[in-house]
């Protein structure tokens, strides 16, 4: 049986209607693949919580849980493990997003996610996306 790793993700939307991908960085598993910013829920830790941490950590920007909706999950089997990932999507937060982690950054059109390479468990998300966008 493989555990359940549980990773929130969001979709952070700009005034142009982009959504926001970062690169995994070398030396990390999937290096070179595009995903949306997020990261592991740890023990005790609600998923929007996750968020507002990661956000910080990662994009140097302040994210208020209600600026956060659900929008949809990934439920995916890797070798090892298996990923529960719950996706918000966040169109208002404080501050500049930088990469702070040295991840590349990029601003894309919902219909050009499919141009960037991502790990499996995002793949499904992008459908929702577009949808959502229009």
């Not at 995994?24 to 592991?40: H, I, N």
């Not at 219909?111 to 577009?130: C, K, N």
Request: negative net charge; proline residues 9%; charged residues 25%.
């Amino acid at each position: 049986m493989k555990p359940i790793v549980l990773v929130a993700a969001v979709a952070l939307i700009d005034a142009d209607g982009r959504i926001l991908l970062a690169q995994r960085p070398e030396g990390k598993s999937m290096a070179g693949l595009w995903e949306f910013p997020g990261g592991k829920v740890e023990a005790g830790e609600r998923p929007e919580e996750t968020l507002i941490r990661e956000l910080d950590e990662e994009l140097g920007i302040e994210v208020k849980e209600a600026c956060l909706a659900p929008l949809t999950f990934a439920s995916h089997s890797y070798e090892n493990f298996h990923l529960l990932m719950p996706l918000w999507v966040c169109r208002r937060w404080i501050g500049t997003v930088v990469g702070r982690e040295g991840q590349a950054l990029k601003w894309v059109r919902p219909r050009s996610l499919r141009d960037f390479p991502m790990p499996p468990a995002d793949e499904p998300l992008i459908p929702h996306l577009i949808d959502l966008m229009g």
